[in-house]
């Protein structure tokens, strides 16, 4: 990968994050502590990484792309910490710290959830503010929230999520595990990628391809994380590992074993990297990214 692209969108995200925080009332710092906790534990921001890279990929400009970026970045964490709870994976570690309900307790922990996923809305909106004078870029701005609203929606992120939870130490059918994967991981990944795309101008055809690859590199990241729920080392992931088996969770490797689970995941690489080969060189982040991720250890 372009280490020098993805480090620098990177390196925008991570300096950003804290500023679009909508400031509190002391009286209600519990909250924010809680919701800055998450935020700042790390990770790879591929969601917000992947929006400034496709905004800059079709000509826009990636500053103005940042409130876009970092909302992506809360809505994600807000889904991480409401996973980790009890009720849903029951898990204390998240990227080698503690998780959110373990230091803060389950209350406070479904609260800083819900205050990062409003906080995402308001910055978005909060930006659309300053462009009424400007009706192409408004237009933009509307499909890129609007695509980030349905991503992690109903008819997205927690649609997979609920039909994962439903699914648990059931049969499951190849096209029901196709839904929950496109749903409840590439749905974000999609949503990024779209989103940057209207921000940055995209025509048609370009967001069609680009929709088109993060499908493929949506679902090919969630195969690889199935497959390192069983291979991956622990300590190098920062959480537990196992736990989709302990849960009967469908997953690739329980459906279809590891052999076949790694051929799939090589074939929805591949075939991101093919949609985007008429680009040539201009896509090499895009190609060298799905690549990274392919063969990632945590």
């Avoid at 790879?44 to 792309?65: E, N, Q, S, T």
């Avoid at 809505?75 to 009890?86: E, G, K, M, V």
């Avoid at 997205?156 to 039909?163: W, Y």
């Avoid at 469908?250 to 093919?274: M, R």
Wanted: glycine share 8%; with cysteine.
């Amino acid at each position: 990968m372009n280490n020098n692209d993805y480090l620098m969108y990177k390196k925008m995200v991570d300096e950003h994050l804290l500023d679009f925080l909508p400031k509190v009332d002391y009286k209600s710092v519990a909250v924010y502590d809680a919701m800055v906790y998450s935020l700042s534990a790390g990770g790879k921001r591929i969601r917000p990484v992947l929006l400034l890279a496709a905004c800059d990929f079709c000509g826009g400009d990636v500053k103005g792309a940042l409130p876009y970026a970092c909302a992506l970045e809360y809505i994600h964490t807000y889904s991480l910490i409401h996973d980790d709870l009890p009720a849903m994976d029951d898990d204390e570690l998240r990227r080698g710290m503690a998780t959110n309900h373990k230091v803060f307790g389950e209350a406070t922990a479904i609260l800083a959830g819900d205050g990062l996923l409003s906080s995402a809305f308001e910055v978005m909106s909060k930006d659309l503010l300053l462009y009424f004078d400007d009706a192409n870029m408004l237009k933009s701005k509307i499909r890129a929230m609007y695509e980030i609203s349905k991503g992690c929606g109903c008819r997205g992120m927690i649609a997979g999520q609920i039909a994962d939870i439903e699914a648990e130490g059931k049969q499951c059918s190849k096209e029901l595990l196709d839904y929950i994967h496109v749903n409840k991981t590439a749905s974000l990944v999609i949503a990024a990628v779209k989103a940057g795309a209207h921000l940055g101008g995209a025509d048609k055809e370009t967001l069609l391809n680009l929709t088109d690859y993060a499908e493929n590199l949506g679902l090919a990241f969630q195969v690889a994380d199935d497959i390192l729920d069983i291979y991956g080392n622990e300590a190098e992931m920062g959480k537990k590992t196992g736990v989709d088996a302990e849960k009967g969770k469908p997953t690739y490797p329980a459906l279809y074993g590891l052999d076949q689970s790694k051929a799939k995941l090589n074939e929805l690489t591949e075939t991101a990297i093919e949609i985007l080969s008429p680009y040539y060189d201009n896509a090499e982040f895009f190609t060298d990214i799905a690549k990274e991720l392919a063969k990632r250890v945590k």
